[in-house]
């Protein structure tokens, strides 16, 4: 099976920088998706990290370590836009099927 | 713009009707996908399909069914429906390994 993990709720500064943290356990590992969900809206794609290191997107990057079982989402130049949840995924099954974690409820203040 | 669509958007329903959820998408893709959402809470995988009349179970488990008899079609049906059934339901579709998913709008249900 697959067990994710992120922290439930975040708050940070317009403009600063913030790190969501997700650690996972899993018999397999095809890959990891950060998606950004909106309250009462549909997830949307943000990142899929297969490989170690840092994938960078604009203002979003997303890393990921397999050895640790660690990944992080780094978003920068914040706005209050970005307030939102933050779901960790793991793709761990054959055929693209995936595990959401709870997901991270970020809050973004002026 | 959407390219995978829900309806209905909001759905009220007395207990014991059946209901069915449209999905459809127009990006050709093979593989489909129905998620179950409570406010603030996780998505659960509750049906799946590689193609054309294929289907399977997710982990969560559901007293729904699902259809693939064409490929932009992936409808689920209640057949009696509880308010245990009452949540926020998702379609996505995706074209293969690497690629996100893409989302619809979401269905959500409540069963009074």
């Not at chain 1, 997830?43 to 370590?65: A, H, I, M, Q, W």
């Not at chain 2, 069915?20 to 995988?45: A, F, I, R, V």
């Not at chain 2, 289907?55 to 509880?82: M, N, Y």
């Amino acid at each position: 099976g697959q067990n994710i993990d992120q922290p439930t709720e975040m708050t940070a500064t317009e403009g600063a920088i913030v790190q969501i943290n997700c650690t996972y356990q899993t018999s397999g590992f095809n890959g990891l998706f950060w998606y950004q969900q909106h309250a009462g809206e549909a997830p949307t794609f943000l990142s899929y990290n297969v490989l170690d290191g840092l994938e960078e997107k604009g203002r979003f990057s997303s890393f990921l370590s397999r050895s640790k079982g660690y990944s992080y989402l780094l978003l920068k130049e914040l706005q209050m836009k970005d307030s939102a949840s933050y779901l960790c995924a793991l793709n761990s099954g054959g055929y693209q099927k995936v595990t959401f974690g709870t997901g991270t409820k970020l809050q973004v203040i002026p | 713009e959407a390219d995978i669509y829900q309806t209905p958007r909001y759905l009220v329903i007395g207990t014991g009707k059946k209901i069915t959820l449209e999905c459809s998408q127009t990006m050709g893709h093979d593989k489909m996908y129905w998620y179950q959402q409570d406010p603030g809470m996780e998505l659960h995988l509750i049906h799946y399909s590689y193609g054309v009349n294929s289907t399977e179970k997710g982990d969560l488990s559901s007293e729904s069914t699902v259809s693939r008899i064409r490929t932009e079609h992936f409808p689920l049906t209640l057949e009696s429906a509880r308010p245990s059934h009452t949540s926020q339901y998702l379609c996505a579709s995706s074209e293969s390994r690497g690629y996100g998913y893409t989302f619809g709008s979401g269905t959500r249900l409540t069963v009074v």
